[in-house]
């Protein structure tokens, strides 16, 4: 399956975005999925993890009480709604379908070696 996120863009400080991801040939209710995000010389950094069930979630303590990770399974889309945007939350955003993973922040990390081409936010002070 291909990934496909979309809906960055850039915004002011306090701003909001919706972030989507898809992906052809992948039901995405098969699997825990995650948000991940990367800047130019850093490490990618995990930013919120809706298990398979789509009864938890979880969130980076930075985006906590700002980010809302869903999923419409009838769509087979993946969401991330960004509330309250910092300078600091610019980033390429990438989603993927993800296992758990006792060694890794959120407590999961990537299945697979495969990215889309990720969808920017920028946010300016």
């Known amino acids: 399956g291909q990934l496909v996120e979309s809906g960055g863009g850039s915004v002011q400080a306090g701003g909001s975005l919706r972030l989507s991801c898809t992906a052809s040939?992948?039901?995405?209710?098969?699997?825990?999925m995650e948000w991940f995000r990367q800047v130019p010389g850093k490490e990618r950094e995990g930013v919120s993890v809706?298990?398979?069930?789509?009864?938890?979630?979880y969130y980076a303590d930075s985006v906590k009480g700002r980010f809302t990770i869903s999923r419409d399974n009838a769509k087979n889309m993946l969401y991330l709604q960004m509330n309250d945007l910092r300078p600091e939350d610019t980033a390429m955003y990438y989603c993927?379908?993800?296992?758990?993973?006792?060694?890794?922040?959120?407590?999961?990390?990537?299945?697979?070696?495969?990215w889309g081409q990720g969808t920017q936010v920028t946010v300016s002070s």
């Open positions: 993927a379908p993800v296992g758990i993973d006792p060694n890794s922040e959120l407590g999961y990390s990537p299945l697979f070696d495969y």
């Open positions: 809706l298990s398979r069930s789509g009864r938890n979630t």
């Open positions: 040939g992948l039901p995405l209710d098969d699997f825990a």
